[in-house]
């Protein structure tokens, strides 16, 4: 009956130290852990390492809900997957055992719960886009090179039988402007 820990951030900026000396402390006897793996996805490589090796008897330990999985839908099949096999689930910040009736409705809420903050994150980053882009009528993302004077230049050269690369050339200042931004601004791509 070994005590299997599970870690995971995010992105590759942070650090899961603080969540793997929680597990330790925890007696965890081996620990897994994601660096940029989001809970959003139901497979990540130290997860899936994880889920293989839990026996019957183990217990799986987390520092939160959250970072086994978001959606409830998911977090739901992980419990059928880990009452399958006979392996119980600890969180240490949430008082979760699902060997109980009472833990397992405990569990069935707070997974709605962390869902719903996930939701909730989600839809403040869109809404802060939409922000951040609309007093300057722009949809976010990387500004075209050309503006539009100059994509009507660009045109009116290839009209009068300049080649892309002379084009690019022309309109680059110094710094020639790829072929693709050439044919971009003439319409012969997808911009």
């Known amino acids: 009956m ?3 820990g599970y870690a995971r951030v995010s992105t590759r900026d942070q650090h899961p130290e603080a969540q793997r000396e929680r597990l330790e402390e925890a ?12 809970g ?5 490589p130290e997860w899936d390492k994880c889920l293989d090796r839990l026996e019957k008897g183990d217990a799986l330990v987390c520092v939160k809900l959250d970072r086994i999985g978001r959606s409830v839908r998911n977090l739901m099949d992980v419990i059928g997957l880990l009452e399958q096999r006979g392996v119980n689930l600890q969180c240490l910040d949430q008082p979760i055992d699902t060997t109980s009736a009472m833990g397992k409705m405990l569990f069935t809420i707070l997974a709605a719960f962390a869902e719903f903050e996930h939701d909730l994150i989600v839809e403040r ?5 939409a922000a951040s882009t609309k007093p300057r009528d722009r949809n976010g993302g990387r500004r075209h090179r050309l503006t539009p004077e100059q994509q009507e230049t660009a045109r009116k050269l290839r009209a009068d ?6 084009i690019g050339a022309m309109l680059g200042n110094g710094n020639p402007v790829s072929r693709q931004t050439v044919y971009r601004a ?6």
């Open 2 to 4: 070994a005590r299997i």
């Open 27 to 38: 007696g965890c006897t081996r620990i897994y852990t994601d660096h940029g793996a989001s």
């Open 40 to 44: 959003v996805k139901a497979s990540r």
């Open 125 to 129: 980053t869109m809404d802060g886009l």
């Open 161 to 166: 039988g300049y080649s892309i690369r002379e």
């Open 186 to 191: 003439l319409g012969m791509l997808a911009s």
